[in-house]
């Protein structure tokens, strides 16, 4: 919870966090061991210098030091937990539905549990996915499109198989899709970035929300057609965000173009969490303020509004969540705890 | 120390001059100034070799083999030369595009059934972005230095390099030009044209700046990573200068 000068409190869900193990025993591979390495160089290139983690700390943390970072330390009252398979480069995964699950359980009412699916598993994971739908009670997956699977390095949400995985997702009401856009290795001859298979899903599946984690960075002009014409695609703001405080005008420039394109009601903020935590991304979106002659640019505002909207509101309405209600149990909790 | 160095002084200049005209296609900014050129070891009998390494182990497979390949063409051009090897380091794909990039192969030859096409089309493209976000550069630095939309868009070329500007706008002018024939043939005409090598309206400027604006937070965007990578990584590896190797004659027996 985030109280501003005057009393108010900002109600936050984090859209985008993890619990991974990328320990040196979990690592599959050179890549496993490249992987963690790439994400510990966002780390450390884009955190503020007090704010940053040793190698081990970073390459698992693990549940306690979650819940401590993103609840008690951090701003959230919420997060949607994401899993991120990489069996490929991890012996028991990078981070899995079940073990996020075991996560969320030992603190109720905190998390989101999503899950996920692979389209290059074909007839059968379509059994599992519905399974693992019933078991996590899903509202959600996280889908990694550029994940490497045997000789394969990726795939498209256009791929008919992803179609029929996207079909029976709507079916069993999963209808937040978060799609992490950022580099894909296949096709190798063309733009590794591309965004447009979102185009084309979210044309023929209007019953499920595209939230595009990282907003399609490095590709903001495309994404921004995409999601300017297509009312269910989302613009997740995890990796945008943390340049405010290393580049603020950047980021200035970054939020004004969204604002335009998509508008408040389709951002949601997402801290990336074990990359970046959400303590001090919160405090600089909090004080940030866009730069006037951006503004006159755009023609956009970032008021408290749309702050809130950002910060809660939009995640709450995607995932059903009732702030209100939530905020009962999140207080009933508390006590409950400390007697 | 043995006094066998037989390697003109020249020379390593000559091959960093060579290098800083290849650029990152997608971050339309010099291989060298971006510090993705690690080592150079010049042979004596004339062969060159050249070491570059990009920030992650993972980046973009085809904008490293149109590097390496480039980096080849370029040193290859000195008349001096007899052969370079390009050596991308601590890639996934490192041996794949060293070998491809080695044998004068393509894209495709070097990557078989993965590699779709040529890479060509992709070269074009970021030509492209990179011609839109030069000249935004230049009319954003124009207009905030008095100039008016309608001067501007009724500028030819010769009026364009007759303007008036101070240092930074003599720089961006000359980077425009370079590659304003990416989009028109015709190296006379109106200075400002569109993508397409469409005239610009005066009145429609600002809105045609804006846009133009998201091709810039996108190169921005990954050239302020691609640069923290890369400083992250050189803390943890080694020296961030180009290491010039200068053999020693006796050492490799060339006499």
């Keep these: 919870m985030y109280k501003t000068a005057s009393g108010e409190e900002i109600f936050i869900i984090d859209d985008h966090v993890h619990n991974w193990d990328a320990s040196k025993a979990n690592q599959k591979n050179v890549h496993g061991e490249q992987f963690i390495n790439c994400f510990y160089a966002y780390h450390t290139f884009l955190s503020p210098p007090e704010k940053l983690w040793t190698r081990e700390k970073f390459e698992r943390y693990g549940g306690d030091q979650m819940h401590r970072d993103l609840f008690v330390d951090g701003y959230d009252d919420m997060a949607i937990f994401q899993p991120t398979y990489l069996t490929d480069f991890y012996v028991n995964g990078f981070n899995t539905t079940e073990q996020n699950a075991a996560v969320a359980a030992n603190y109720p009412n905190r998390f989101i549990v999503n899950g996920a699916f692979d389209p290059r598993d074909e007839a059968a994971g379509l059994d599992a996915f519905e399974e693992l739908a019933a078991t996590y009670k899903l509202k959600g997956v996280k889908l990694y499109t550029g994940e490497w699977r045997g000789e394969s390095r990726g795939y498209k949400l256009s791929d008919p198989w992803a179609e029929k995985y996207l079909a029976l997702a709507e079916k069993l009401g999963v209808k937040n899709i978060h799609v992490h856009k950022g580099p894909t290795i296949l096709p190798l001859d063309r733009d590794a970035f591309d965004v447009a298979d979102i185009d084309i899903a979210a044309t023929n599946f209007q019953g499920l929300n595209f939230i595009v984690e990282h907003c399609g960075l490095p590709r903001l002009d495309d994404f921004c057609w995409i999601a300017t014409q297509e009312t269910n695609v989302y613009g997740g703001l995890a990796v945008a965000l943390p340049f405010i405080k290393k580049n603020p005008k950047y980021f200035s420039h970054v939020i004004s173009q969204l604002l335009m394109w998509l508008g408040p009601d389709k951002l949601l903020y997402g801290s990336d969490y074990g990359i970046w935590t959400p303590d001090w991304l919160i405090e600089a979106f909090m004080a940030f303020e866009l730069p006037a002659d951006i503004a006159a640019e755009t023609g956009v505002i970032l008021d408290l509004e749309a702050k809130k909207k950002i910060l809660g509101l939009n995640a709450a309405r995607l995932y059903g969540i009732d702030i209100v209600a939530q905020k009962k149990l999140l207080a009933n909790e508390k006590s409950r705890r400390s007697t | ?255």
């Design chain 2, 1 to 255: 120390m043995i006094a066998a160095d037989r390697v003109k002084p020249d020379r390593a200049a000559q091959v960093q001059a060579c290098l800083a005209t290849v650029m990152d296609p997608e971050l339309d900014e010099s291989v060298t100034e971006l510090g993705f050129v690690s080592d150079v070891d010049l042979l004596p009998d004339g062969e060159v070799h050249v070491g570059f390494r990009l920030p992650t182990y993972w980046c973009a497979v085809n904008f490293a083999f149109l590097m390496a390949d480039d980096m080849r063409q370029a040193v290859q051009r000195l008349p001096w030369v007899t052969r370079v090897q390009v050596h991308l380091h601590d890639h996934m794909y490192a041996d794949t595009i060293n070998d491809g990039v080695a044998k004068g192969a393509g894209f495709q030859a070097a990557f078989g059934g993965d590699a779709e096409g040529g890479l060509e089309g992709l070269r074009q493209t970021f030509l492209v972005k990179a011609f839109q976000r030069r000249q935004q550069a230049l009319l954003q630095h124009l207009l905030d230095a008095g100039h008016t939309a309608a001067e501007l868009v009724a500028l030819d070329i010769g009026g364009l390099q007759d303007l008036a500007v101070d240092g930074d706008g003599r720089r961006l002018v000359e980077r425009y030009l370079e590659r304003r024939g990416v989009v028109v043939g015709a190296s006379s005409g109106a200075a400002f044209v569109d993508a397409t090598g469409a005239l610009l309206a005066a009145e429609a400027l600002p809105v045609y700046l804006r846009d133009l604006r998201r091709v810039s937070i996108n190169t921005d965007f990954n050239g302020a990573l691609c640069r923290g990578l890369l400083e992250v990584r050189d803390r943890e590896l080694v020296a961030q200068a180009i290491h010039i190797v200068r053999r020693p004659l006796d050492r490799i027996g060339v006499t």
